[in-house]
Nanobody
């Protein structure tokens, strides 16, 4: 079983920065990609940024140029550096790990989330 623990959320003023971190624990699995999702009040959970083996990276258009995702597979850690934050970035941020299954499919695991509030 994969456990994910996020940290680094909190309150920040508009224009500020935060770095979120997530570490995966457990045994008997490999991770082929890690991502950050976010869910604002009353909205669906959306992909913010993702990174996969081979270095493929994708960002939601709303965060391009402001957020940077980085992944250390050896430490099973993924970070999300967030710059120039706006109130629209306020949400609960969830870490996700993509794991291959014995059946040849892929399964996503999620952490409990860390809240980010951007306000003055």
């Amino acid at each position: 079983q994969v456990q994910l623990e996020e940290s680094g959320g909190g309150w920040v003023q508009p224009g500020g920065s935060l770095t979120l971190s997530c570490v995966a624990s457990g045994s008997g699995f490999s991770i082929i990609g890690m991502s950050w999702f976010r869910q604002a009040p009353g909205k669906e959970r959306d992909l913010v940024a993702g990174i996969a083996t081979g270095g493929l990276i994708q960002y939601d258009d709303a965060v391009k140029g402001r957020f940077v995702i980085s992944w250390d597979p050896s430490k099973r850690t993924v970070n999300l550096n967030m710059q120039s934050l706006t109130p629209e970035d306020t949400a609960v941020y969830y870490c996700s790990a993509l794991v291959p299954t014995l059946a040849g499919t892929r399964r996503a695991f999620y952490g409990q989330g860390t809240p980010v509030t951007v306000s003055s």
